[in-house]
């Protein structure tokens, strides 16, 4: 019997295989829905039996108690975060140490990515005290909504004033760098008024895979608990599924390289500056990342205590107990 699922994800490219059906499973039907929005709560959607998730959403998902969803250590989003944070071309800042005592803005404050982001800050001695920081919308475009999700702090963590767009208060002033997963449009223009922080954001993102031997994961799978009941074997299945779709992207990346036209160039220095797994799937391989993350969203007062990998994917840790162990210690 073949088992149908109601996958939402992301434009992620590497899907494209899995979404031709280029890759497929004589037990496993994947109907891809493209979102440009995450599901709020997959384990309370009526349309899908699995989605893209974040990470800290989920996490926040266990440390309530909550199991309708089952999370799937396949990060289907990961990338490193220093080159998230924008300022103008006019700032003074160079340094994420220079950061200290400066007003930040964030798109989202438990976001994965900008848990990640302020991680990487407070390796270099910027913590959540030692700034500012507001919460709003990247741009015009963007909704207004509620980004501080409760942890508000009048004088530490606040709302964006007026919840004016990011971007405009970063122009005029009114912040002195934004963290943001995507750039806002306009920035890759050559008169755009805004530029990283660091000029150097790929050395210094080589020297923290160096440091922690991982690339952050910000969005994983999550499967209604119902179905992964019904269907233990599910949860795999799925998870080879999206492995082999990246295998086969890739593979297909490096022979039709000429959409842009230092592509070839940028896949060479990939794989010179990385490991050929470093963005493996599995519980095994992701145990010092994850157990990292569940650290810092205890260490950023997001969560009350550091879940363990364990305890975030318990159907898959009874096999992964001796690199439980050494994440966890």
Known sequence: MTVTIRLALRD???MTPLVLG?????????KVERVGT???????????????????????????????VVGIPNFIMRGFRHRCIITTK??????????????????????????????????????????????????EAHPVTDRLDGFGR????????GERPMVELLKEGGLDAVFTP???????????????????????????????????????????????????????????????????????????????????DELLRVSADLPPDWDESGLDANCAMIADFARELHAQGILPRALTPAELFPLQASSDRPQLAAAES
């Not at 959607?45 to 309708?68: I, K, P």
């Not at 008024?193 to 999550?222: C, K, S, W």
């Open 12 to 14: 992620w490219d590497y």
């Open 22 to 30: 280029e890759v497929s499973s004589p037990r496993l039907d994947v």
């Open 38 to 68: 995450l599901i709020s709560h997959i384990g309370k959607d009526d349309v899908h039996e699995a989605a893209e998730m974040s990470f800290s959403r989920y996490t926040q998902l266990r440390a309530d108690g909550d199991e309708t």
């Open 90 to 139: 006019q700032s003074p800042i160079t340094q994420l140490r220079q950061l200290a005592g400066k007003r930040i803005g964030v798109t989202g404050w438990r976001d994965s990515g900008n848990t990640w982001t302020r991680a990487a800050l407070r390796r270099e001695g910027v913590g959540v005290e030692d700034a500012m920081w507001f919460a709003g919308r990247l741009t």
């Open 154 to 161: 009048p004088g530490r963590i606040e709302a964006a004033p």
């Open 182 to 264: 995507f750039m806002p449009e306009g920035f890759f223009d050559k008169d755009t008024p805004f530029r990283q922080v660091l000029a150097d954001f790929r050395g210094a993102e080589r020297q923290y895979f160096d440091d922690v031997g991982y690339v952050p994961g910000m969005h994983l799978i999550g499967v209604k608990a119902t179905v992964a009941a019904q269907h233990p074997w599910v949860l795999e299945e799925l998870s080879t599924l999206i492995d082999e779709s990246k295998r086969v992207w890739t593979t297909k990346r490096r022979k039709y390289a000429d959409t842009t036209p230092w592509m070839l």
